[in-house]
């Protein structure tokens, strides 16, 4: 808040004096000299706070000797915001104070409005209508402008082509342009501001040019198909070639741009990986360095997709091996952490101590350093791999409350932005849901009950978000019973440790009736199902009493095997005039079905999870071919008979 008050004194008294609008268009020389500072790769060993603090330091040292500078301002508004929108309202409050004593200034009503975008941007809106009215040849509002008209929830197409128009007209020298411009249908606007951008990219070597390299390349790219792209990518090239020569400062900047250039066809192959070598090399604190250190740590290691789960145990544990010295030696970087807690947990040989130390290094890590954004949050999805894994546990409540921390930034009140839509209240509830039952089933195995159930009742409270209508589509649905089943058995497990079994029989029961067909990804339901039975066998009840339920209940689909006979029965008498013919000419009516173990498979040509299935198919037909009460087939989707 200090710094905030320092910031609002020396801009509040210098504003007073006019700037000439082209400074407006385009930072001074000494500008460009602190824009470039910026780019100067962190300390990778340092805290995310702190090397944000280091930044907005320079800034502010910089303000103090240019308090009208608006392209310092602007970079002080990124760095302040960190690309969270939960920072948005301090400095909205920061920069709304400044027009209180000079109401009449563009300037400032130009840096409130691009503070206020995204939160209060019909405020936003009106502030920059007044600064256009006040100073017709000042630019930038035209540009913001143009940025809130083609976002959907403001969208006029014709406006925010205008305004990208009069921005043009009088920043005509300008590497900014408007970015969802390659989207659109408008070819002449986008050939003419490509145009205008290559030319106006190579005549400059500073790092807000460099950075304006991708959006050049995605516009040019947008202007022929993609069979059509071979004058772009020799472009591409020569454009790369340019990049790596002397005149570049070998910065963040430069190796973001010519990593993103990655991502097109045509490009020499290895450019990324040199430049980050080069800026390793000038860095040897950076994230570079780091990359480069992790990249000879885990050599070309694959993963062996077709491997025994031996050879799969292997890989994992040499990963997490070879990554934890790194972590050790670079422990504030979520992304290394994450790697080595990832790999931890799916090494089914690492031990319950070796996973908890792990695990640590992760916790700690993402205190320091919060990562970048993943669906869901990297500690939620961690918390239930280690709930599947079978532990440790007592670990899992503080890994889902820094996942609850992480919706809360991206997802929370604070975090709605009104232009871009970044929040999506069913897709928060869906994470929530996620950490709470988890961490629910943690409280449950440490002992902590009251703790589970207010768990269970926060993920209770968000599945109703989530529940679909009777009309919703089958995508929907599906995603709610992913969802609701583990909850139900995880209230199961604690309805049972606190001793009301007819009530843990019942919530396993509800789990069991919506799990969905199986999957290839494994899920849990056997043990939901071994679960179920015991309570029933606690509660005295008998294999005839538990056959007798799931025949007339929606455990009559739920076996792969035993238990099927009932369902094929049931089959047969609703079709009995049904016969099935396979390709060797035999007839299968589902009576016949129903007299044996039955073992059926859905295949297509075109589904290659299918095909890759089909040898081990043959296999176990092979092994069964002369058991009469035995059948296994496998149905083509294509050739499926229709009634």
Not at 43 to 48: G, K, T
Not at 164 to 176: G, K, N, Y
Not at 471 to 495: E, H, I, Q, T
Not at 583 to 611: E, H, V, Y
């Amino acid at each position: 808040m200090r710094h905030s008050l320092v910031l609002l004194c020396f801009a509040t008294a210098c504003f007073i004096s006019r700037v000439s609008w082209s400074q407006g268009c385009e930072p001074t020389v000494p500008t460009r000299a602190v824009l470039g500072q910026l780019e100067v790769p962190d300390d990778a060993h340092l805290p995310a706070a702190q090397r944000r603090d280091l930044k907005l330091e320079l800034l502010r040292k910089a303000l103090s000797a240019a308090p009208a500078d608006i392209a310092l301002h602007e970079a002080y508004q990124k760095v302040f915001l960190g690309g969270m929108e939960v920072n948005r309202p301090n400095l909205i409050r920061e920069y709304e104070q400044l027009p209180a004593r000079n109401p009449g200034d563009p300037i400032l009503l130009y840096l409130v409005a691009n503070a206020q975008t995204g939160r209060k941007t019909k405020e936003a809106i009106a502030n920059l209508e007044r600064a256009i009215e006040l100073a017709p040849d000042f630019g930038l509002p035209h540009l913001l402008l143009a940025q809130i008209y083609s976002a959907r929830a403001y969208e006029d197409v014709a406006s925010a082509n205008r305004e990208l128009e009069r921005f043009v007209e009088l920043c005509p020298a300008s590497v900014r342009t408007l970015t969802t411009l390659k989207w659109g249908r408008d070819k002449e606007l986008i050939a003419r501001e490509a145009r205008r951008l290559r030319k106006n990219i190579e005549a400059r070597t500073d790092s807000e040019a460099v950075s304006a390299y991708p959006m050049l390349w995605s516009f040019e790219a947008a202007l022929e198909r993609s069979d059509h792209q071979s004058e772009n990518q020799v472009r591409m090239r020569t454009d790369v070639e340019r990049l790596f020569s002397p005149n570049f400062a070998r910065n963040s900047a430069w190796l973001a741009t010519i990593q993103e250039a990655r991502i097109y066809d045509g490009v020499l192959e290895g450019v990324g990986r040199k430049a980050q070598q080069e800026l390793a090399a000038l860095y040897p604190n950076s994230d570079a360095a780091l990359h480069e250190e992790y990249e000879k740590a885990v050599g070309d290691a694959k993963y062996p997709d077709t491997g025994t789960p031996e050879q799969i145990t292997a890989y994992w544990r040499a990963r997490w091996h070879s990554t934890l010295p790194l972590v050790r030696k670079w422990p504030a970087t979520e992304w290394l952490a994450g790697t080595a807690a990832t790999a931890v947990i799916a090494d089914r040989s690492a031990t319950l101590e070796e996973v908890a130390a792990v695990m640590a290094f992760y916790e700690n890590a993402v205190q320091q350093d919060p990562g970048l954004p993943t669906s869901p949050p990297e500690p939620i999805w961690l918390a239930h791999e280690l709930v599947d894994r079978g532990g440790p546990i007592d670990g899992i409540p503080d890994l889902v409350h820094l996942g609850l921390a992480a919706i809360e930034r991206v997802q929370g009140a604070n975090a709605v932005n009104d232009v871009s839509g970044r929040t999506d209240a069913r897709l928060a509830a869906m994470w929530y849901i996620l950490g709470y039952v988890p961490l629910a089933e943690a409280y449950v195995r440490l002992g902590r009950l009251s703790d589970a159930d207010d768990a269970l009742l926060q993920a209770e409270a968000k599945l109703q978000i989530i529940r679909p209508a009777e009309n919703a589509s089958s995508a929907d649905k599906s995603r709610f019973v992913d969802m609701a089943a583990p909850y139900w058995f995880v209230r199961g497990l604690c309805a049972e440790k606190e001793g009301r079994k007819v009530d843990a029989l019942i919530d396993y029961r509800n789990a069991l009736a919506l799990y969905p067909p199986r999957r290839p990804r494994p899920d849990r339901r056997a043990e939901v199902m071994a679960s179920a039975q015991r309570v029933w066998k606690d509660l005295g009840g008998t294999v005839q009493g538990w056959t007798d339920w799931a025949a007339e209940s929606s455990l009559a689909g739920f076996y792969s095997g035993s238990g099927g006979s009932e369902a094929w029965s049931k089959f047969a008498a609703s079709s009995p005039d049904l016969i099935l013919t396979d390709a060797l000419g035999n007839r299968w009516n589902p009576l016949d079905l129903a007299r044996k173990t039955t073992f059926i498979t859905m295949w297509a040509s075109w589904c290659g999870p299918c095909r890759a299935e089909l040898p081990y198919v043959e296999k176990l037909y092979q092994r069964f071919r002369n058991r009469s009460d035995v059948a296994i087939l496998a149905f083509n989707v294509t050739t499926i008979p229709r009634r």
